[in-house]
């Protein structure tokens, strides 16, 4: 497996975990949008930041763009 591929599943777990717990604290007070929502909240935008940032390849990250 790919070290990159790896990074990108941590990436998208930690979001997920994250997500859960804002998401966790929201439900304990009784507010909309809860876990499941904040967590494909969260999981969604690190996806699309990870597909950004791979669709402009290695240049993105040396910031030379």
């Given at each position: 497996m790919d070290y990159t591929l790896i990074s990108y599943f941590l990436r998208l777990i930690?979001?997920?975990v994250?997500?859960?717990m804002i998401?966790?604290?929201?439900?304990?007070?009784g507010?909309?949008?809860g876990i499941r929502t904040n967590m494909l909240v969260c999981v969604g935008?690190?996806?699309?930041?990870?597909?950004s940032i791979s669709a402009q390849g290695a240049h993105a990250l040396d910031g030379n763009c």
């Open positions: 930690l979001a997920c994250l997500g859960g998401g966790l604290e929201r439900d304990l007070h507010r909309n949008a935008a690190a996806l699309f930041t990870i597909v």
